[in-house]
């Protein structure tokens, strides 16, 4: 994937003036390169058969970048059980380095590519629309990590279910997205794997670690909430970096949630922050999962063009297996036989996801247009895919 996370290829600099245009003239890509109406479906079904999705490149790029965004949020999930455990429960104050971390990454590029004029440009037409994503992601980590301080992960776990529910149903209005079969099947299959994790944390206790106030109610509320927050938060970013550069939406995103972040720190964590407990094994904890939420945030732009919020969601559930395999050395856990078997399950459930797929997959947007001439040329998308057919994603 190198270095294309944070940047966009382009043939020459940004247009300051045309920030609020069409992508492809933000890009500097060239108007006489037009995308010909059969080329697309050319290229979509240049392979026949159930199978063909699984024969591209593509296909085994979402599935290894699936796993590794389970490994990242398995990691931060952790560090939140960490900090819980030793007395440390400051929800909003622990995420705010994240969109710190972002915002100087990614912010100083946009302002280097498009300059302050062009940026002051961006905030005019495009910040409200970034305001909402951030706020939405926002929120979704406040109450996930508050969730944390009543909860159990089991329960939380279960409940982030609902986060791929709203996904399903938000896309299928707002964005006119239209489930296959295979994709119902491939969701349930990948639930039912997920059963299986939860049954097997049932039976031996895995999860009972994390218990902190006894207030379990509380604790699921928060959860559903947060679940809601980052159901609508992943299909407002899929939408936004399907038309934007990964560099500008990630650091729209970190701009904006560190003003509200902060803010939110500061009215709801200053007695949290008081009473934290604060020493050096803490402040590894924050780095850690600063550093793995700071790479999640990068990776999950490209899994939203190449695939969907959909399968980002699903490809999330065998962060319950990592969990525990990370789990046997930092809180001594044990693997229980079933495990295996659900971890398998879920994967299956990947591949009925994409049976009878096209080449193109889902990385073909039907809010873009049919040729995709509303979206934007990047990395990942189908786009670039029909202009520069050489590339590998």
């Known amino acids: 994937m190198d270095d294309k996370t944070a940047v966009e290829t382009t043939t020459r600099a940004p247009d300051i003036s045309k920030v609020n245009a069409p992508a492809s003239e933000v890009h500097g890509v060239p108007e006489a390169i037009a995308v010909h109406e059969t080329d697309i479906d050319e290229i979509d ?136 079969w295979s994709q119902v099947a491939g969701i349930l299959v990948c639930i039912g794997g997920f059963g299986i994790l939860l049954g097997s944390d049932h039976i031996t206790g895995n999860n009972s670690y994390s218990v902190s106030s006894g207030d379990l109610l509380k604790g699921d509320l928060f959860a559903l909430l947060g679940a809601t927050f980052y159901g609508l938060s992943n299909v407002a970013e899929e939408y936004l970096v399907s038309q934007r550069p990964l560099y500008e939406v990630v650091g729209q995103l970190g701009f904006w949630g560190m003003i509200i972040n902060g803010a939110q720190a500061g009215i709801f964590d200053r007695s949290s922050f008081r009473t934290a407990t604060w020493n050096g094994a803490v402040g590894g904890y924050l780095v850690g999962y600063t550093l793995c939420l700071t790479i999640f945030y990068s990776l999950a732009p490209i899994m939203f063009r190449l695939a969907s919020a959909a399968f980002f969601n699903i490809s999330l559930l065998t962060g319950n297996f990592w969990g525990v395999i990370v789990g046997v050395k930092v809180l001594h856990l044990t693997i229980h036989w079933m495990y295996p078997i659900a971890f398998v399950v879920i994967m299956i459930g990947h591949f009925v996801y994409y049976l009878g797929k096209k080449v193109l997959g889902e990385s073909r947007k039907p809010w873009l247009g049919h040729n995709q001439e509303d979206g934007v040329d990047g990395v990942g998308t189908a786009r670039r895919r029909v202009e520069r057919g050489d590339v590998i994603v």
């Not at 159930?50 to 024969?55: L, S």
């Not at 389970?70 to 007395?87: D, K, P, Y």
């Not at 037409?125 to 089991?154: C, Q």
């Open 45 to 180: 079904e240049s392979k026949k058969g159930w199978w063909a999705f699984f024969t591209t490149r593509s296909f085994w790029i979402v599935l290894v970048l699936g796993q590794v965004l389970a490994l990242c949020i398995t990691a931060t999930n952790t560090f939140s059980s960490l900090l819980v455990n030793v007395g440390t429960s400051i929800p909003a104050f622990q995420t705010f380095f994240n969109y710190v971390l972002l915002n100087i990454i990614y912010t100083s590029y946009t302002i280097y590519r498009y300059g302050f004029k062009g940026y002051a440009k961006l905030l005019l037409s495009w910040g409200w629309k970034y305001i909402i994503l951030s706020f939405l992601d926002v929120e979704g980590n406040y109450f996930t990590v508050l969730a944390y301080r009543y909860g159990t992960i089991l329960s939380i776990q279960l409940i982030n279910f609902w986060a791929i529910v709203i996904v399903v149903i938000v896309s299928f209005l707002f964005l006119h997205v239209r489930y296959h």
